[in-house]
């Protein structure tokens, strides 16, 4: 059986190695929310949000932390902290034993707790997005449209350098070294002859938007 460990002090790790020890579970992640209470909405814990995704990426089926309060006090809080979990594919479980308080079963579906699980919902997809793009920006993998100053590569998947465009973007830079405006700058391209992907000449934004990017 795997694991995800859900901290809330940094010293409730050891506990935890020694009942994976002794249940012969493999801790495959370690999450910490250290300065939050146990009434924190789920939503608003980086930590807990860590240890969802990486249930499912690690395939664990537990999320353990030391002790029930380490989760939470709140009945509420409770029910979206294990409705979350078996979405990702696991149960909660604790060190020592102790449960989760457990709330009556209209609390369930109230407004209030309609309202905090589709918050925990957005927050996840968000995580999700920013997880899958940071990987393909890592690959070096086309995120949305093409940066100025690079165009696909043959596979249509990488990126690779436009030199006509990084030509562009290294006499902008050089213009806004010696005092230009940004506006000074589009005037002396548009002189030159030199035109945006469009066709036109590249305007003040778009110097900008490659100054930002220097």
Known sequence: MRAVAYLRAPNQREFIAQ????????VVGWELDESLTGETPIAERPGLLAAYASIRERGAGLLVAANAEA????????????RAALEEGARITTADGSALPRPAPAVGYTRQAL???????????RHRIRTALAERRSRGLRIGNVAYGFRLAADGK????????????????????????????AASLELRGIKGRTGAPLGK??????LRGR
Do not use: C
């Open 71 to 82: 989760f939470t006090r709140d009945e509420l809080v409770s029910w979206l902290i294990e």
């Open 205 to 210: 934004t778009q110097v900008a938007t490659i």
């Open 158 to 185: 990488q990126l690779e350098a436009n030199p006509g465009e990084q030509d562009v973007i290294a006499l902008v830079k050089t213009l806004a070294a010696e005092g230009l405006s940004q506006r000074a700058i």
């Open 115 to 125: 309202d905090l699980a589709a918050a925990y919902a957005r927050v996840m997809h």
């Open 19 to 26: 009942w994976a020890e002794r249940h012969a579970v493999e």
